[in-house]
């Protein structure tokens, strides 16, 4: 079974640009995690969804932020416009959550962003 | 959401067990106690959750102490690519729970 796929695995981008970053769910799952990884803060997560329905964003560091859920199994990553601390590896994971004992994260390789 | 306390890193040798501690004396009734662990160059991996009950699976064991405050992440034989961040997280229950890292501890295994 494929994992958390996640794309691009590395932007290169300038100041300003827009970035869109993309990621498909293991299929069934319906919970889905954005987390973004630096030096200086490690794993912080930005937001999460439940069955398409954004639950928390508090973790968005401001209005350039946005995530999307369009359909069950995939979600983009919006940075507009972008700026050099934004530079980190933006992980995505899903889980299939039911119940009471929520069910472990999968997560993808990452993507690794580097705003010039 | 309740906090944990780990160790920045350890050592262990190749072949050895190795015992994580973690300390999560705020835990409340609803709280699961999860470990994942991060792998150089790579995203986080499930590694064990429990509630109340020490747990077993092929990657490793966990020990809760009966209070809960505490636990352990046990790793019977530790091999050189068990080198890793470990994260003890807690999480609560139901669907709409969230999982937040701290810093974990860093695990290093010697040959």
């Known amino acids: 079974d494929a994992g958390v796929i996640q794309s691009p695995r590395h932007e290169v981008t300038e100041m300003g640009q827009e970035v869109t970053l993309r990621c498909k769910l293991i299929?069934?799952?319906?919970?889905l995690f954005w987390y973004r990884q630096t030096m200086m803060r490690g794993l912080e997560l930005l937001i999460y969804f439940n069955n398409n329905v954004p639950i928390d964003d508090s973790g968005m560091p401001e209005d350039r932020f946005s995530a999307k859920m369009p359909n069950a199994s995939f979600s983009t990553l919006k940075i507009q416009p972008s700026e050099p601390r934004d530079s980190a590896v933006y992980f995505c994971a899903s889980s299939l959550s039911a119940g009471v004992d929520t069910g472990e994260l999968f997560f993808g390789e990452g993507s690794r962003l580097t705003v010039l | 959401d309740a906090k944990t306390t780990q160790p920045n890193s350890m050592e262990s040798n190749e072949e050895e067990p190795v015992h994580l501690p973690c300390n999560h004396s705020?835990?409340?009734?609803?709280?699961?106690i999860h470990w994942y662990r991060q792998l150089p160059s790579q995203g986080p991996e499930y590694v064990i959750h429990?509630?109340?009950s020490n747990v077993n699976n092929r990657m490793a064991s966990l020990a809760i102490a009966e209070d809960r405050k505490s636990s352990t992440l046990i790793l019977h034989r530790a091999t050189l690519r068990d080198a890793a961040v470990y994260y003890c997280?807690?999480?609560?229950?139901?669907?709409?729970?969230?999982?937040?890292f701290g810093k974990g501890i860093t695990l290093s295994v010697r040959p």
């Open positions: 997280i807690l999480r609560s229950t139901g669907a709409n729970s969230k999982l937040t």
């Open positions: 429990g509630l109340t």
């Open positions: 705020t835990i409340s009734g609803t709280d699961y």
């Open positions: 299929s069934g799952h319906n919970s």
